[in-house]
């Protein structure tokens, strides 16, 4: 019973860390369900909900593609990944914004609707220009990192929500 749990989390882990476009990949997959969740409901709980998981999920992935993946990657084509940290910066600072201020705030929407945009944008160009120029790369270095790099990053957020729980 609880083997046959434990050799799926480490068959995942062992994939993610040959594989890392294929964590990045469902990354994307999880951010254009929450967006099309934000934007089909008109129900404000379900919209609040999606739009804090959509800033939880955006900022955890843009830490590790700043911090490991861009660096890592920078020389398949140094130009695309300039231009993609010059779009996580935008993004990022969207994030901040959003995460500073009520969900419920009128403007709230606006600038949720202008981040979804970009993300989406930005992650349609990762995937049909640049993860290409990927596939003949041996990513299992790169993978090891991304797996440490967000354990340490999990790690830290859950030791500062427990923090905040504590006082």
Sequence with gaps: MNDDNEDLSKRHSWDAI????????SDHELVRKLAAT?????????RKQAAGQLLQAIHTHSRIEESV????MRDADEAMIAHF?????KVDDLVATLQGMSLD?????RLM???LDSVLRHIEQEEKEFFPK???R?????????????ANLIHMQAQISDTGARR
């Design 18 to 25: 040959n594989h890392p476009l294929d964590g990045l990949l």
């Design 38 to 46: 934000w934007r089909g409901s008109s129900d404000k709980e379900v």
């Design 69 to 72: 993946f861009y660096p890592r």
């Design 85 to 89: 940290e010059q779009e996580h910066l």
């Design 105 to 109: 705030e009128p403007q709230a929407d």
């Design 113 to 115: 609707s202008e981040m």
């Design 134 to 136: 990927l596939e003949s």
């Design 138 to 150: 041996d990513m299992a270095p790169v993978g090891l990192e991304m797996q440490s790099f967000e």
